[in-house]
């Protein structure tokens, strides 16, 4: 069983950054690969980012590589999403999420899912 709890969204101006953390409890996170998602009001949750359960290979949301770096440290048990230049787009929910993953990319393959931090990017 993992709890994961969001922190560190905002209301920010375009082209600003924002560092969005996920803390995990349970003894077993390091077995897990690691997903950020999004949703935006009216819209379906969409995959930003994700790491997989040793920090080796990190997958992106294409229309946002360059602008989003996710990272883990196992030993605190965290997940960081680094989101820079953002844009009014960018506005919506993120979700944390765990779980034992073969394809990073879609929502139903993550067990886990924290209550998300609201973003808003206003231009």
């Known amino acids: 069983q993992v709890q994961l709890e969001e922190s560190g969204g905002g209301s920010v101006q375009a082209g600003t950054s924002l560092r969005l953390s996920c803390a995990a409890s349970?003894?077993?996170?390091?077995?897990?690969?690691m997903g950020w998602f999004r949703q935006a009001p009216g819209k379906e949750r969409e995959f930003v980012a994700a790491?997989?359960?040793?920090?080796?290979?990190?997958y992106y949301k294409d229309s946002m590589k360059g602008r989003v770096t996710i990272s883990r440290d196992n030993a605190k048990n965290t997940v960081v999403l680094q989101m820079n230049n953002l844009k009014p787009e960018d506005t919506a929910v993120y979700y944390c999420?765990?779980?034992?993953?073969?394809?990073?990319?879609?929502?139903?393959?993550?067990?886990?899912w924290g209550q998300g931090t609201q973003v808003t990017v206003s231009s």
């Open positions: 790491i997989s359960w040793n920090g080796g290979r990190m």
């Open positions: 999420a765990a779980g034992e993953v073969r394809n990073y990319v879609y929502a139903r393959e993550y067990d886990y």
């Open positions: 349970g003894r077993t996170f390091s077995s897990y690969a």
